[in-house]
Each structure stands twice: as C-alpha cells, then as structure tokens.
C-alpha cells in the first residue's frame, strides 16, 4: 500500500501537516518577492528551506510539503538562465531538503535514546511534492480567481515537468494544492492516472464560499470529477480563511469516500493593495478547540498554510494527540 493511505490507515488521529512555507522563510529573514517566490531560495539559500522542514518536523508534523509550489518547469525557465535539465534539478533540490530534514528529525529521535520508536516513526514521516496551479505561475493572484483558460493539453504539458521531477526524486505523495480551476483540475486527474500509475496525490482546493471553488464550480461537481480515481487519496481546502473550513468540510463530507484535507491561513487577511496582512490569528488554545472541531467535522489531514508556523502545527499536532 503506498505512503500515504498506509498512514491514514494505521494513524488513529489525522495525520498533521506542515504550516506555511514563504511566510515563515520571511520570518527567518528570507526575501521571497522573486517572480519564483519561496522557489527562489531553491537557487540561493537551500538551507533555510531545510531548516524550515526541520523545525516543522520537530513540531509533530508528519507531512513536510516541498518547497515546489512556484517551481514549474516553465516558471524556472522563465525567470532563470537554467536549461530545463538544470531546471528539473532544482525541484528535484525541494525532494533532497525535505527528505534530509527528515532523516536528521529520525536521527534527533534515536540519538535522544527513542530509537525503539525509530522503525515506527520512519513510515510516520512523508515527503509531499507540491504542484501548484498554473495561476501561480502567472503570479498576479489567479490562484484565487481561477480566471485564466488552457486547453486541457495545454495544463498536462505545464504540470508535466514538475511532476515528473518530484517523482523522479521519489516523493511519498503529490500535493496537488490552491487549485481554483475546474478545467485544470480535470487535467491534472487525467496526467495522474495516464502518466503517473504508482503515484498518489491529493487535490486541496481555494475558495470562493463554503460550496465553490474560485472559479465558481460546485465542490460537488469538483468530487465527481477525482472521485473515480484511485490515485486521488484526498480532496479538501488549502489558503482559504478558517471561517469557511467548517462549511467546506460540512459540503464536502456526505459527497466524497476520500479523505479531507484541509490547512487554511492562520485567520489573518491578505490586503492586496497594500501587500500586508490584517486582522487576529488563530493561536493557542483558539486554535486547538478549532482543531478539534475540524477533526469532528471529519478531516482526516490537517496542517496550517499562509502565515502559520511551527508554533501552530504543535499547537495542532498536541490538541490531536491529547484528544486521541
């Protein structure tokens, strides 16, 4: 059975996530306004990007999600003077940092005399590649609209790469993730299960209310479409503000056998206009009550996304395994 659904099988409490990636680079003082984003770093400053999966790790994540979400091959061959080998080679780089974070976290564990628990924690750690839509590639915010149009071809040949690369480098699972797209996502179902026969994925979708994704498409419609595929091990919600998880999950969880996903924002809001965020987070013991509610509400995976850090995910992995 592959990574993904052998832990989800076997985990009593849902599996936990990591939190934001770029944000939390920004904390530990990375400049992240490149064209490639967190990617960037990839190129320039890898070792922060490791660190970050480390400390996630450290919190009680079992996901580590690869810093991959802007590195499209067309978006490195963009902005960089790299060949498309070159090119493939940095999103191979987010594979080696993840699964190096978590071979160090292994060894932490033995060395602190828990190497009993070793074997066990080893199948508890996955490496997710992340695969972000082509609206982030665009990097004008479509990943929030879903306002952009492919042929359905078109999207295969701009996932393609990447996929490739993440599988090449041997990732547990995909994570198909901030997808706003109706079209696109059908494109990606199909790449899946046409060119990438042993690999598992999930599909994490951005909102436009509790019942539609960006672009306006149900979520109902959305389940028929990954419903029917095997490779599809999750479907859920990603970079959208906590007050729309429970609906989303309420929407979700009478239409779908797959698991739910879900890591929303840390309850802040993104001012466009004057590129800052606002507004309260979701800390301590408000966050682990949501926690709770959200597991009651049937998520199976949770983790954080814009603007959450470790502090968050060990605040949720604690309120899982305290409630276990």
């Known amino acids: 059975m592959p990574p993904l659904s052998t832990l989800l099988e ?44 480390l400390d996630y790790y450290r919190a009680g994540a079992n996901v580590a999600i690869t810093a991959s979400y802007q590195a499209s ?9 790299l060949s498309l080998d070159e090119a493939k080679g940095v999103v191979r780089k987010s594979v080696e940092l993840a699964k190096k974070a978590r071979d160090d976290y292994l060894q932490e564990i033995e060395n602190s005399g828990t190497g009993a628990e070793n074997v066990e924690r080893r ?53 198909v993730e901030t997808i706003p797209s109706f079209d696109e996502t059908c494109a990606i179902v199909e790449l899946l299960g046409d060119e990438f026969a042993g690999t598992e994925a999930w599909v994490s979708f951005t909102l436009k209310d509790a019942e539609h994704i960006s672009d306006g498409t149900t979520l109902a419609q959305l389940v028929q479409t990954v419903e029917n595929s095997q490779k599809i091990v999750a479907v859920g919600i990603n970079c959208v503000t906590e007050d729309v998880v429970l609906g989303a999950l309420e929407t979700l969880r009478p239409l779908t ?16 206009e004057t590129r800052s965020w606002y507004g309260e987070r979701n800390e301590g ?38 409630s276990s």
């Open 10 to 53: 076997s985990k009593r409490t849902p599996v936990v996530l990591d939190g934001a990636l770029a944000t939390y680079l920004e904390i530990l003082g990375a400049d992240v306004s490149s064209a490639l984003w967190s990617a960037s770093l990839l190129l320039h400053n890898p070792d922060l990007i490791y660190k970050t999966h």
């Open 73 to 81: 091959i067309p978006g490195i061959l963009k902005h960089t003077d």
């Open 123 to 175: 199948s508890d750690l996955l490496v997710a590649g992340s695969v972000g839509p082509y609206g982030a590639f665009l990097a004008d915010g479509s990943e929030y609209r879903g306002d952009y149009s492919l042929s359905r071809n078109e999207y295969k040949d701009f996932h393609r790469g990447r996929i490739e690369a993440l599988v090449e480098a041997g990732v547990d699972v995909l994570a």
């Open 257 to 272: 056998r797959k698991a739910l996903v879900i890591y929303p924002n840390s309850g802040e809001h993104w001012n466009a």
């Open 285 to 322: 013991k408000s966050l682990a009550e949501k926690t709770h509610m959200w597991r009651d509400a049937g998520a199976r995976l949770i983790g954080g996304c814009c603007r959450t850090t470790p502090d968050d995910i060990s605040v949720i992995a604690k309120a899982l395994e305290s």
